[in-house]
C-alpha cells in the first residue's frame, strides 16, 4: 500500500511538472493513468489520482464522462496558469485558448491563439499558422486538423487566422489567388493580415522567429503557399494539405521547404487541377479552376533549387483502408531546403491521420499522420537567415562545398566605400590550377606608389581598416586589403575541416603571386601589416615565399604562439565560446570587450556592429570563424608550432629590414612580454617606434588615427631618402658601453645585463655628438621597473650648450605620454627629436635621470640606442623641399606627409618642433632644467 502511494504522488509531481515544462511528459502522465489504453480517462481511473481532482474540474466539456488528452492538458494548464504564467493583463500569454484583434488597414481582424502547457515566457517557442479551409472557421480547423492536441504533445505554438465574410464568425475564406470566394472577390489583403498577425503575436507570446510555420486545407493550404511566396522572410516551411497553390508562379525571396499532403480522389481540389465537384453552397459551375498539384511542386522545385528529378518511396499500408501512400522527395534544394509530397492513393479532401467531420469529404488515410509527419519536417527545417544565392553545390567529386554572401549584405555597409575586386584561388580537394574558390580584395589610394598590403584576423574581416585606410592614402599610399578564405566577402568552404593553418597560408600565396603579377598594380614596393592571425600568415609568407619581396612588417597586436607556454587562458575562453554559441556575434565582440569598458573609449553604433556581422547571415556562415581558434598550438609538436618556430627563425636571423611592433596598454595577454621580444629578438625593430596605444586588441577600430600615425611615419622612414645613422648602441652586457653612472645609486647589473638606477641616480653619455649638422635625432632605450609606484619618474634628457633641456618624462599609467611600469617586464621607450638650433648643438649628450619616493623602486637599462639623420639635400625626390640648403627650416615631401599627427593636418612640416612617439602623440614643447 506504502509503494502505491508512493507511486500516485510520483505520477502527480510528474503530471504537474509537465504541464510547466514539457508536453511530452504530460502526454506520458496521462498515459500513465489511462489503464485500459484507450485515449481516454474514466472516472474509475481518476480515482487512483485524487489529488488531481480540484485541478480538472471542469475538464469534461463535451459530458461525455471521459476526459480526451486534449481536455486533460487544457484543465492542468488552466490550473498551472497562475502559478507559472503571466496573465494577458500582464502584456504575455500564458497556456490556453483565447482571440486577438487586430487592426490591419482600418479593418478589424482576428485570431485565435493556443499556447500549449509547456509554454514559459522565457522561452522562445515555435509558431504554426493554420489557415481554415473555405466555408470554415478557427474552430472547425480545430476539430479537422487535430493540431491543438499536437501543440501540446509537441510543445509549439498554433494560430488560427480568421478569414473574411458576410458573417465575421462562419463561411469565411481567405484570398489566396485564383481562388477565394469572399475575400477575393473584395481584394481582402489576407498576406498583410498574416504580416500584422505575426508582427501583433510577438508581443504577447516569445516567438522563436527562426521556427514560424504555415500550414492549411484547401483554401487554407492555398493561403499557406501565397505566404511562403510573399512572406519568404517570415516563414520557414509550409505544409499544404489538399491545397494546391493559387497563383502561376512562386516568387520567394529565399527559399521556403515545402511538405504538400493531397488525396488522389479529392474532388474539391481535384489532384490534377480543374473545377472541383459542387456542393450544397456552391454549385459546380461556381467552382473556380484549381491548379494542379504538379504546378505547386514544380514552382517550388525550381524557386528552393531542389534536384530535379524525386527520390519516390511507398510508405507501409499499415491500415487497412484501401489508401496507398507514395513519398516523393526533391531535396538538395538552397539552404538545405527540399520539397515534399505525400500522394495519397484514393485519398479524398482530408487530413491525413484524422477523421473527416463530414462524409462528402471523401476517406481519409490513418496510414500516416500528417501532424507528426508535419511537425518532423518543420524541426528539420528552421529558418536560416539567408538563401545562398551563397551556396554552390559541390561537384561529385570531392570538392568543398562554397557558401557566397549575397551582395545585398554589403549594401549598406557603414563607413566601407571600397570597391570590390576579386581572384580565384584553388580548392585544396581539386587538382592544382582550378581556380574556384573567390576571393576579395580592396584597392585604394595613388597609383605607383608604395603599397601596404593589408591581413586581417579572426574573426575580423577587411571592415577592421576602413577607417585607418583613408589616412594612409590621403598619405600618399595605397593599399590593398584582402579577405581570407571563409571571411568578409570571399568564398566560404562550409565545413570547419575545409580549414588548415597551411591552406589559409597557401591562399594567400597564392592570391599575392596574381596581385604581384598584375600588370595594371604594377607593384613595386610593398610592405606588409598583418593584425592578429595576419602576422603568423604574414611572417609565414615572408619565410617560406617571399623572403625578399617585402620592405618592411608590420605586427598589428598578435603573438606568434611556437607552442612554448602551452594556451594562454585568454584564448581558451575564446576558443570555447566560439565552439559553443550557434553564430558568433562579431560586433560584439569587438566592441564589447573588456579593454574597451576599462579605458573608457565609445560603444559602436549598430551599424558598425552589423557591418561585422554582414558577411555571415547564418552561423553555416562561420566555419572559419570556428576553425581558426583551434590551429593555435598548445606545445611545441604541433605542426603549427613547428611552422611558427621556421617563421621565427627566419625573422630572429634573416630578416634585417624594419619591423613594426604596433601593441596596446590593455592587450598584454600575460607576463611574458611578447612585444618586447620582438623588438630586442628582431633586428629591424629596436630603434624605430613601436608605439603601445590606448586600446584593446582591435587598435584599428578603437584608435585608427594614432595606428595610421604610426605606418605612415614607418612608410615615411622606409621610403624618404637619407635614412637615420646608429651613433651609439649600449647593450650592458660587460660594461657601460660609453655612458657614465652619477651619484652612487647607478650600477652595472651583469646578471640582468643591464644599468641599474635607484632613486636619484643618473646614467649619463659621456661623449657629445654633433647634432648641428643633423636634420633628426632619435633615442630609444629598453627598460624593466620594478616596484616603482605612482609618481616615479623617468626623465630623458638632451645637453645642449651648457644647458639640459627634458625630453620627456616616463611614468606609471597608460595614457599620451606616459610609460607602462605595470606588467612586471621590459618596457620600450622612444623618442624622436625634429631640428632645432636650440638643442641640435655640436656637443649634444643623452641623460637619464630617476626620480621616486620609494627607495627600494629600481629601473634596469638594458639597452640604449641613438641615432641622427644629417641634412636633406636638393636632389631627386628633394627637389620638392619648399626652402632648400638649410636644416631647421620648413619643407613638405608629399602632400599631407604630416596626416599620422594628432589634432591638426597641416600640408607642411615644422621640423624645429620635437616629437615624442612611443605613444604616436605629441608632446609638450621642450623644457630646460638645471644640470
Not at 494560430?159 to 458576410?166: A, D, E, L, Q
Not at 624593466?784 to 634628457?797: I, K, N, Q, R
Not at 649634444?844 to 629601473?859: P, T
Request: charged fraction near 25%; charge should be negative.
Amino acid at each position: 500500500m506504502r509503494q502505491t502511494s508512493v507511486l500516485l504522488c510520483l505520477l502527480y509531481f510528474l503530471v504537474c511538472c509537465a504541464a510547466a515544462q514539457d508536453g511530452s511528459r504530460l502526454r506520458q502522465g496521462f498515459e500513465r493513468l489511462d489503464a485500459n489504453k484507450d485515449g481516454q480517462l474514466s472516472a474509475t481511473e481518476l480515482k487512483t489520482v485524487p489529488r488531481l481532482e480540484s485541478r480538472l474540474e471542469g475538464a469534461d466539456q463535451d459530458n461525455d464522462g471521459l476526459l480526451s488528452f486534449r481536455e486533460f492538458a487544457g484543465a492542468i494548464a488552466r490550473s498551472m496558469r497562475g502559478q507559472t504564467q503571466p496573465g494577458e493583463a500582464g502584456g504575455t500569454f500564458g497556456a490556453g485558448d483565447r482571440i486577438r484583434t487586430i487592426d490591419v488597414e482600418g479593418q478589424e481582424r482576428r485570431y485565435q491563439v493556443h499556447v500549449p502547457p509547456n509554454y514559459t515566457a522565457d522561452r522562445k517557442t515555435p509558431v504554426v499558422v493554420a489557415f481554415h479551409g473555405g466555408g470554415g472557421n478557427p474552430q472547425s480547423m480545430i476539430r479537422l486538423s487535430g493540431l491543438n492536441e499536437k501543440a501540446d504533445e509537441a510543445g509549439f505554438v498554433v494560430v488560427y487566422p480568421f478569414g473574411s465574410g458576410t458573417d465575421k464568425d462562419k463561411n469565411l475564406t481567405f484570398n489566396a489567388g485564383n481562388v477565394g470566394g469572399y475575400a477575393k472577390r473584395k481584394k481582402i489583403d489576407d498576406v498583410g493580415f498574416t504580416k500584422a498577425l505575426l508582427g501583433d503575436l510577438e508581443a504577447v507570446v516569445n516567438v522563436d522567429k527562426e521556427r514560424v510555420f504555415a500550414t492549411g486545407i484547401s483554401n487554407g493550404g492555398m493561403m499557406a503557399y501565397r505566404v511562403a511566396s510573399e512572406l519568404a522572410d517570415r516563414f520557414a516551411a509550409i505544409a499544404p494539405v489538399g491545397g494546391p497553390m493559387g497563383t502561376e508562379t512562386c516568387t520567394p525571396s529565399r527559399p521556403v521547404s515545402v511538405i504538400h499532403f493531397h488525396g488522389t480522389a479529392d474532388e474539391l481540389a481535384p489532384f490534377n487541377g480543374g473545377r472541383g465537384k459542387g456542393t450544397s453552397n456552391v454549385p459546380a459551375s461556381m467552382r473556380p479552376e484549381f491548379f494542379s498539384v504538379e504546378h505547386s511542386i514544380n514552382c517550388w522545385v525550381e524557386a528552393n533549387g531542389c534536384a530535379k528529378e524525386p527520390t519516390v518511396t511507398p510508405m507501409p499500408d499499415t491500415a487497412d483502408d484501401g489508401m496507398r501512400v507514395i513519398r516523393k522527395v526533391w531535396g538538395e534544394g538552397k539552404n538545405g531546403s527540399e520539397v515534399v509530397l505525400y500522394e495519397i492513393d484514393g485519398g479524398g479532401h482530408t487530413w491525413p491521420g484524422m477523421e473527416p467531420p463530414v462524409a462528402m469529404l471523401g476517406e481519409s488515410t490513418t496510414d500516416i499522420s500528417a501532424n507528426d509527419l508535419m511537425w518532423d519536417f518543420f524541426q528539420k527545417h528552421a529558418r536560416k537567415a539567408d538563401s545562398p544565392q551563397s551556396k554552390q553545390k559541390a561537384p561529385e567529386n570531392g570538392a568543398m562545398e562554397l557558401l557566397r554572401t549575397p551582395d545585398e549584405h554589403f549594401a549598406k555597409l557603414c563607413g566601407y566605400p571600397f570597391e570590390p575586386h576579386y581572384l580565384y584561388v584553388d580548392d585544396p580537394n581539386l587538382p592544382d590550377g582550378n581556380r574556384r574558390i573567390r576571393m576579395h580584395y580592396a584597392v585604394s589610394g595613388p597609383a605607383n606608389r608604395p603599397t601596404l598590403l593589408m591581413l586581417h584576423g579572426n574573426p575580423s574581416w577587411s571592415y577592421l581598416f576602413r577607417k585607418v585606410v583613408p589616412l594612409i592614402n590621403e598619405a600618399g599610399y595605397r593599399t590593398i586589403m584582402i579577405d581570407y578564405v571563409g571571411h568578409g566577402k570571399s568564398d566560404k568552404p562550409a565545413t570547419e575541416s575545409d580549414y588548415t593553418y597551411d591552406r589559409h597560408l597557401e591562399w594567400i600565396r597564392q592570391a599575392f603571386k596574381q596581385l604581384d603579377e598584375d600588370p595594371e598594380l604594377a607593384l613595386k614596393e610593398v610592405v606588409l601589416f598583418g593584425h592578429d592571425y595576419g602576422h603568423p600568415l604574414g611572417a609565414r609568407l615572408m619565410a617560406e615565399h617571399y623572403p625578399d619581396r617585402f620592405d618592411g612588417f608590420i605586427n598589428g597586436n598578435a603573438g606568434l604562439n611556437r607552442g612554448r607556454w602551452g594556451i594562454a587562458k585568454r584564448h581558451d575562453r575564446w576558443r570555447s565560446f566560439v565552439r559553443s554559441v550557434p553564430k558568433v556575434p562579431i560586433g560584439a565582440v569587438v566592441f564589447r570587450n573588456d579593454a574597451r569598458q576599462n579605458m573608457g573609449l565609445p560603444p559602436g553604433t549598430n551599424a558598425e556592429k552589423g557591418g561585422y556581422d554582414a558577411p555571415y547571415p547564418t552561423g553555416d556562415y562561420q566555419a572559419s570563424i570556428r576553425a581558426f581558434p583551434e590551429m593555435v598550438p598548445e606545445d611545441a609538436t604541433w605542426p603549427e608550432a613547428k611552422a611558427n618556430q621556421k617563421a621565427w627563425d627566419f625573422l630572429t636571423s634573416s630578416y634585417d629590414r624594419p619591423y613594426l611592433v604596433i601593441w596596446e596598454s590593455m592587450d598584454m595577454p600575460d607576463e611574458r612580454n611578447r612585444r618586447d621580444e620582438y623588438i630586442s629578438s628582431i633586428p629591424g625593430a629596436f630603434g624605430l617606434e613601436q608605439p603601445q596605444f590606448k586600446t584593446g586588441h582591435y587598435s584599428p577600430e578603437d584608435d585608427p588615427e594614432g595606428v595610421a600615425g604610426a605606418v605612415i611615419r614607418f612608410l615615411n622612414d622606409i621610403y624618404i631618402p637619407n635614412q637615420f645613422d646608429e651613433i651609439r648602441r649600449a647593450t650592458f652586457t660587460e660594461n657601460l658601453e660609453g655612458f657614465a653612472c652619477e651619484g652612487n645609486h647607478c650600477s652595472l647589473d651583469l646578471e640582468k645585463e643591464a644599468v641599474k638606477m635607484k632613486p636619484g641616480s643618473e646614467l649619463v653619455l659621456r661623449e657629445p655628438i654633433d647634432l648641428s649638422s643633423s636634420e633628426e635625432m632619435k633615442i630609444a632605450f629598453r627598460y624593466l621597473p620594478e616596484g616603482v609606484a605612482s609618481g616615479g619618474t623617468l626623465f630623458v634628457d638632451l645637453w645642449s650648450d651648457g644647458d639640459w633641456v627634458n625630453l620627456r618624462k616616463f611614468e606609471r599609467g597608460h595614457g599620451p605620454g606616459r610609460g607602462d611600469f605595470n606588467n612586471r617586464s621590459t618596457d620600450y621607450g622612444y623618442i624622436r627629436v625634429e631640428h632645432n638650433p636650440e638643442t641640435f648643438s655640436t656637443d649634444a649628450r643623452v641623460r637619464f635621470r630617476f626620480v621616486c619616493e620609494d627607495e627600494k623602486a629600481a629601473i634596469f637599462i638594458r639597452e640604449v640606442g641613438i641615432y641622427r639623420k644629417t641634412c636633406l639635400h636638393p636632389t631627386g625626390l628633394l627637389n620638392q623641399i619648399i626652402n632648400q640648403g638649410r636644416c631647421g627650416q620648413q619643407f613638405s615631401l608629399w602632400p599631407h606627409s604630416d596626416r599620422g599627427r594628432r589634432g591638426s593636418r597641416p600640408s607642411r612640416v615644422d621640423i624645429r618642433r620635437i616629437f615624442g612617439h612611443w605613444e604616436g602623440r605629441v608632446p609638450p614643447r621642450p623644457k630646460r632644467v638645471k644640470p
